[in-house]
């Protein structure tokens, strides 16, 4: 049995794509370990068909956080008994890298999004000049990339010229038992943003503003958390929403499942402002499709795709909060309109699944078994 050393710097019991992916790889019959970070909230590991372990890391931000994992995630691969390694995204890369090339073991990257592009590195030139080095180093040598979606595939075949693969981040098609409904969203039209990448530029605090504008049987529930968990929490005393917005903290992707379904409209807003958010397709996309929710969106270029090829839901026009809630106020009063986007939501959802998507992984890893 051939063995395969993954690891990924994010917390492994919410990396839906990460423990998907493992979960294919044992299927098809490789040996995995996988290899991610402890933080200091990490919830418990999940009960998973193969090996997975956590580095404890003293730092917990800036530099030195990246610098104290990538240490010690070095020193594991370096003596870990493995056929291949997989690389997720660039702040894992370096000492897969490194260890590749001293073992002679085959490496295989994924990327799940433009590193370079992210917010926290717009206003840091410098982290940013660095990040960029490294990737300019190491991308043009990979042997084998894969990545989410059509947009991130161009831009690094653009800088780099590697042939580049796609496996997008779609759900496991399973049946779900929700949650009973809670009390106070009973008779309401629910609005929900999901994710652990509620960061600024993703629309969490956007979406808060537009609540103020939107009628009183609207509610909003948060599940998840990022770098503006805090600031959502505090502009909701602030503007007074606390008994119209829930903030549910990160749980596991089989328990946030159960909530998905009980929300009417599913709402994702990433900017404009940096590439990678311009190139992202993110997870809850597909989430609020499986659950039968129609989808309100900013107008990225792959969501927009998305929604305008399965007609599953909208594309915000305008970017004022107050328009905003009034295009959100007259779908959810047009019933038809609403009953013709869920039904297609469900349709679009038997498509965008990893029973198909699986396939395309599968084909990648299938000669080196």
């Not at 909530?259 to 996309?285: C, Q």
Request: some cysteine; overall charge positive; proline content about 6%.
């Amino acid at each position: 049995m051939k063995r395969i050393t993954v690891s990924v710097i994010s917390e492994l019991t919410t990396d839906q794509r990460v423990l998907r992916i493992c979960t294919t790889l044992h299927e098809m019959g490789f040996e995995i370990k996988l290899i991610g970070r402890a933080f200091s909230n990490s919830l418990p590991l999940g009960s998973y068909p193969f090996h997975a372990e956590r580095l404890k890391c003293f730092f917990s931000k800036g530099f030195l956080q990246f610098a104290e994992f990538n240490t010690r995630l070095f020193f594991r691969l370096l003596f870990s008994k493995t056929d291949y390694l997989l690389a997720n995204d660039l702040d894992a890369l370096l000492p897969n890298y490194i260890v590749s090339r001293w073992r002679k073991k085959k490496l295989f990257y994924d990327t799940h999004e433009y590193y370079t592009g992210v917010s926290a590195l717009r206003n840091s030139p410098f982290k940013r000049r660095i990040w960029k080095k490294l990737e300019d180093w190491i991308f043009p040598k990979l042997p084998l990339v894969y990545t989410v979606n059509e947009s991130v595939k161009n831009k690094y075949y653009e800088e780099y010229g590697n042939e580049i693969f796609i496996v997008r981040n779609v759900p496991v098609t399973r049946p779900v038992d929700p949650v009973p409904m809670p009390e106070n969203w009973r008779g309401k039209k629910l609005l929900i943003m999901q994710g652990m990448g509620m960061h600024p530029g993703r629309g969490g605090l956007e979406l808060l503003e537009i609540m103020r504008y939107l009628p009183a049987d609207h509610h909003l529930v948060y599940i998840g958390g990022g770098n503006e968990w805090d600031k959502i929490a505090e502009m909701r005393m602030e503007w007074g929403l606390e008994s119209r917005v829930d903030m549910i903290s990160k749980m596991p992707p089989d328990e946030l499942r159960r909530y998905t379904p009980l929300a009417t409209l599913g709402i994702s807003l990433d900017g404009f402002e940096d590439l990678n958010h311009w190139f992202t397709l993110p997870n809850k996309l597909f989430d609020y499709l499986h659950a039968g929710l129609p989808v309100a969106a900013s107008a990225i270029p792959e969501v927009k795709a998305i929604i305008e090829q399965y007609q599953c839901g909208f594309c915000f026009i305008s970017r004022n909060p107050q328009n905003m809630a009034e295009e959100i106020t007259q779908l959810l009063n047009d019933q038809q309109r609403y009953s013709i986007l869920k039904k297609n939501a469900l349709e679009a959802a038997k498509e965008l699944c990893w029973e198909n998507e699986r396939q395309k992984l599968v084909a990648l890893y299938e000669p080196y078994l």
